[in-house]
């Protein structure tokens, strides 16, 4: 039965994403490069590089990105949820927080830890949203958002699952003159691994933006949220902060910086990159 509600959901946002489209589109090729980075309980420091390259699809109403990495990381370092990074404890198989373990994963699943430093693919993910109802002058808007994850990380690099994830969503958003508001509630449905131990989490976006009147640099401040993953271990949080700077009509650069809230998200996350539309 879960399954079939999995294929339903999935079916669902394809429909609403495809059903309505904008003669007013725009392509961008995205590209960045990531550092998160970790401080676990044995004192030991691990820092994971990942190299971006993207395409997106943008109209009025309606965003689709897709997204894979190149990862440099050591085995068993993290795991990735979205934008979130679960750090892998350290520690050995009785620690609660050792996400390795608990959330099963495609390499070595009895929680060893290695130390060399590897190089492979990461997942590919595919972002959308479709805008259903338009702002109003007291309404905000909506959204059906969501995300799908193919498992095409290498096994080497340890920081995947091997199953597919998607997340399905409903967003808002309120533009104030130069501000705005958005929230985002939505479900992530985990790729069943046997063995492991893991909950679908509710997931929770809110922020707010301000771009100046230029509209050359904007500016977002913003948490993100999931309940609990994993029983008697505490639920991923983190707060970004992201800045956009336009050089010029279809080209801009973009940074955010993301620091964990708590043990059970990595301590920081910095990204840069360029896009340009084609």
């Known amino acids: 039965m879960k399954i079939i509600l999995k294929i ?54 309606l965003y689709l990105s897709l997204s894979l990495p190149v990862v440099f990381t050591q085995n068993n370092t993290f795991t990735q949820l979205g934008n979130t990074f679960l750090p892998n404890n ?41 805008q259903v109802v338009d702002e109003e002058k007291i309404l905000p808007s909506f959204s059906v958002d969501g995300y799908v994850k193919f498992p095409t990380a290498s096994t080497e690099i340890g920081i995947g699952t091997g199953k597919f994830d998607f997340q399905i969503a409903i967003g808002t958003k309120k533009y104030i003159n130069n501000f705005s508001i958005f929230a985002q509630f939505g479900y992530l449905f985990l790729g069943e691994v046997e063995g492991s131990a893991v909950l679908d989490p509710f997931t929770f976006t809110f922020g707010i933006g301000y771009t100046l009147a230029n509209r050359k640099h904007s500016f977002l401040l913003g948490y993100d949220s999931y309940s609990t993953i994993i029983q008697g271990t505490a639920s991923p949080r983190q707060l970004a902060f992201g800045y956009n700077y336009l050089i010029n009509n279809g080209l801009y650069i973009s940074a955010i910086a993301a620091a964990g809230l708590n043990s059970s998200t990595s301590d920081y996350t910095f990204s840069i990159g360029l896009n340009f539309e084609i």
């Open 8 to 61: 339903l959901v999935a079916v669902l946002f394809t429909l609403l994403v495809f059903n309505n489209t904008n003669a007013q589109s725009k392509w961008y090729v995205n590209t960045s490069i990531q550092t998160t980075g970790n401080t676990f309980p044995d004192g030991s420091n691990h820092n994971s590089f990942f190299l971006y390259g993207g395409l997106t699809y943008q109209t009025q109403k």
């Open 90 to 130: 350290h520690m050995g198989n009785n620690n609660s927080n050792n996400f390795f373990d608990r959330f099963g994963h495609m390499n070595g699943r009895n929680g060893e830890t290695i130390s060399n430093t590897n190089a492979g693919i990461g997942d590919l993910y595919l972002n959308g949203s479709l």
